[in-house]
């Protein structure tokens, strides 16, 4: 989508640190990491969040989440555990709508999910 910062991250047109890419999806290093890794994970479709996922289809939408797994198993967080997180709107805070999946690992992480 025209203007989508996370679509012309995923076109190339805005520079990042690629992780992994295949057909649906691109994983990329966040620019403000939260944990000692911190990746996202987006789908290459343009929907604004998790609320529009009927606009993806069951394998683009199942990509986001395979790509995340794959994520973990590339930069090494597998074995100790990971968290993924997705946020929708404005009560979760999020702050680029495209479609987004945040893996974060690599240290001990808070219980608490809010
Ligand atoms: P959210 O607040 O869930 O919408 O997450 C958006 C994430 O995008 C934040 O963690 C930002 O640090 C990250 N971010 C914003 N701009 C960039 C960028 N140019 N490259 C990488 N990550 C970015
Ligand atoms: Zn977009």
Request: proline letters at 3%; aromatic letters at 6%.
């Amino acid at each position: 989508m025209d203007g989508c910062l996370f679509c012309m991250i995923a076109s190339g047109e805005i520079p990042s640190r690629k992780v992994y890419e295949d057909e649906d999806t691109y994983a990329f290093e966040d620019i403000n990491p939260q944990a000692k890794h911190h990746v996202l994970v987006i789908s290459k479709k343009h929907i604004p969040d998790v609320a529009h996922c009927e606009d993806l289809s069951d394998g683009q939408l199942a990509a986001c989440l395979r790509t995340c797994a794959k994520v973990a198993e590339q930069v090494g967080i597998r074995e100790n555990g990971y968290r993924v997180v997705t946020n929708c709107g404005q009560d979760a805070c999020q702050s680029v709508s495209h479609l987004h999946f945040h893996v974060l690992g690599g240290q001990q992480m808070s219980g608490k999910m809010v």
